[in-house]
């Protein structure tokens, strides 16, 4: 059976696996770095194309300042460390949200990445940060009613293809498959307008316990879902 094109996760539950063990909440976020790492891996494995994670929410920057500083430099170092494998595995990093909010090494190291695996064309992992599904859609209003103004566009154009291409995500399909892990039963501003017609997997796993065999599952519980896109 063919694989979903195009999964999206979010990826929850590292700060609950780490009080579980006693631990602060950055172990389990360096946990669930390292589970990212797997099921990256496990989609390539699997003929996934693209991937899309929710790796730090808008919403995010309100939490304690010692935990963002902490999860930007993991992400930092994530990159850095990940690309030399990426590049290997024919695999293309990108990024969404307002990437300009992020620390300027963080930009740095991302742009770099971006353009060291621009060549891989196995599975496109996207980095969904400092992102708001809310915010994007404003960005894609505020950026529409500019086209009209200057006469590029006739507001009677205006129709879900157009507004998709003014997306952040314009040059991806919309995912077939959105896993959340931890249990949670919300989207929490993840790519509202993309999940339209997605199919949702929820997982009792918390992030930095679910791995290749946890996607597995997830994949083959999709294939056992009847998609009609609003059709019968
Ligand atoms: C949610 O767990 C997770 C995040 C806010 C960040 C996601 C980050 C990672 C998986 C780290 C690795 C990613 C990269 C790109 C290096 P939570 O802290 O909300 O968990 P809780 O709900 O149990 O508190």
Redesign the pocket.
Known sequence: MKPPRHIAII???????A?ERGLP?IK??EK??E??RAVVEGCAEVGVEFLT?????TE?WSRPKAEVSA?MK??EL?IERETPELIEKGIRLQAIGRLTDLPESCQRALHKAIEATSGGTRLTLV?ALSYSGRTEITDAVKSIVRDVQAGRIDSAMIDPELISRHLYTRVYPDPDLLIRT?GEMRLSNFLLWQLSYTEIVVTQK??PDFGKDELREAIAEFHGRDRRFGAV
């Not at 990826?11 to 696996?17: E, I, P």
Request: hydrophobic share 50%; aromatic share 18%.
């Open positions: 990826m929850d539950g590292n700060g609950r696996w009080k909440r389990g976020h669930g770095a589970s990212l994670v929710y790796a730090f929410s995010n999860l993991l992400l994530f980095l931890s918390l992030w």
